[in-house]
């Protein structure tokens, strides 16, 4: 057994793994006569952006039951960090327009696909879709973000709700604050004033530009499905349409209550301090529950969450994938690799860990605590799903990248004149990117 050693660069974060493998190749010489043995790495690359504590976790429970399955492939996992993907992204593109793409990499559900289709660099899977499963047991609008031109190009291994506040149950029972009641925005901010008033300066943590954008599209969601609709149909034109001129009021009112050091502290981070006390709110997808309960702490007991207001019955979808890319050096690694992550065993061991829940309505809820049973619950019972734009799924991706410049713009201006006209001028400039139509 030979060691292979593959490092990876990957963009400057580099981690990676070692594993150890072989397999013989045979194959003859110019002159036909002798057999001689040619080494070739049977491995699998992944790349992906899971680096918080409880990322990991998950990830590393996904590759164990890849390695359960397939004990002779050496995986070489390369996580790069930084959340949502905006470091991964540009460099997995570059590897893959140079024709070197991995066997694998994380990839939101829906807009964000769409350069790699259009490139022509992955692969259509519908048979992993039949041969697992998937299609008897997916929600609709997860196979159609899963799709283009009605063929699927990659398996969702997770769902993550965005419309969640997460909150420290010991500093809402301190100042006698009933979660249950803060059903608006106003009950919240209310909420808010109160532990401002009793010394605690920041009551809602936020982090960077994209966590500000995901709790900006969660507002803009709380004014309506249709106007959600609207806006990710690239609708909303209109640099005075009072729904979205009334979303960047409630936001201004909402950094009133948050830390000035947002643009520089990550999720995680974000999460920590309410996790500490130090704040007591969190905008934040459910992989904040992985980080919770890493920690030791109880859902119910230690910490909670709410919807977000005016998003009651509606579940924000986060969805990352895997996909075959064209050219993968390990074709046939990079397939096995989509089997597991399509299959039941895959996703029950990477959910778990991760705060968020299987797309498959066949898992074993028992695996799941008590945060993602009620998860579960609500997802089946959801009145309507709506596609994050931030998380990469909802409008193309020009114009997600703009709405993050934006916020983050807004987050230090609060100008909401200007942010409502930047949004609307972004969207009609991209117009012609809008190709798909939800149907929320
Ligand atoms: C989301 C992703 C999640 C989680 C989060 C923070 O975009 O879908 O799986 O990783 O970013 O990095």
Avoid at 47 to 65: F, K
Avoid at 81 to 105: E, H, I, L, R, Y
Avoid at 230 to 253: H, Y
Wanted: hydrophobic share 40%; net charge negative; aromatic share 12%.
């Amino acid at each position: 057994m030979i060691v292979v050693a593959i490092l990876l660069a990957a963009g400057g974060a580099l981690l990676y793994r070692f594993f150890s493998e072989t397999s013989l190749n045979t194959g003859t010489s110019s002159g036909g006569s002798a057999i001689v043995p040619q080494q070739e790495v049977n491995a699998l690359t992944i790349y992906d952006w899971w680096t918080s504590p409880s990322e990991s976790a998950a990830i590393n429970a996904l590759i164990s039951v890849f390695e359960t399955q397939y004990p002779s492939v050496a995986v070489v996992a390369a996580p790069v960090t930084g959340g949502a993907g905006f470091n991964m992204g540009p460099v997995v593109k570059s590897f893959v327009a140079a024709g070197q793409a991995p066997d694998a990499f994380q990839m939101h559900a829906g807009y964000e696909a769409e350069p790699y289709f259009d490139a022509g660099d992955l692969s259509q899977i519908d048979d992993i879709w039949d041969s697992s499963g998937l299609k008897q047991v997916t929600p609709d609008i997860i196979q159609q973000m899963c799709q283009f031109n009605g063929h699927f190009y990659s398996i969702p291994v997770d769902v993550q709700r965005s419309n969640v506040i997460w909150y420290n149950k010991a500093v809402l029972s301190k100042y006698h604050i009933d979660p249950a009641t803060l059903t608006t925005w106003p009950a919240l901010f209310a909420a808010a004033a109160k532990l401002q008033a009793n010394g605690i300066s920041a009551p809602i943590q936020m982090g960077q530009s994209w966590t500000a954008g995901q709790v900006l599209e969660t507002i803009i969601a709380g004014e309506g499905t249709d106007f959600y609709q609207d806006w990710i149909n690239g609708k909303v034109t209109s640099p005075n349409d009072p729904r979205m001129i009334e979303a960047l009021q409630t936001f201004k009112e909402y950094l009133s209550y948050t830390n000035s050091d947002s643009a520089n502290i990550t999720w995680d981070t974000a999460v920590d301090r309410v996790i500490k006390g130090q704040g007591a709110f969190n905008l934040m997808g459910d992989w904040a529950d992985g980080e919770f309960k890493l920690v030791g702490m109880k859902y119910g007991v230690d910490y909670g969450s709410i919807v977000a207001p005016g998003t009651q019955g509606m579940y924000g979808l986060v969805i990352d994938t895997f996909q075959h890319p064209e050219g993968a050096s390990h074709p046939t690694n990079s397939i096995r690799w989509l089997q597991v992550v399509a299959s039941r065993d895959g996703q029950d061991a990477f959910n778990p860990p991760k705060g968020s829940i299987s797309p498959r309505s066949d898992s074993d809820i028992t695996k799941y605590d008590s945060y993602q049973q009620a998860a579960i619950g609500d997802f089946k019972s959801a009145t309507h799903y709506f596609p994050s734009v931030v998380n990469g799924s909802g409008a193309p991706q020009d114009f997600e990248l703009n709405f993050i410049t934006i916020t983050g713009n807004f987050v230090a201006d609060h100008n909401v004149a200007n942010a409502a006209s930047a949004i609307a001028s972004t969207t009609r400039q991209f117009l012609s990117e809008y190709n798909r139509t939800w149907s929320l």
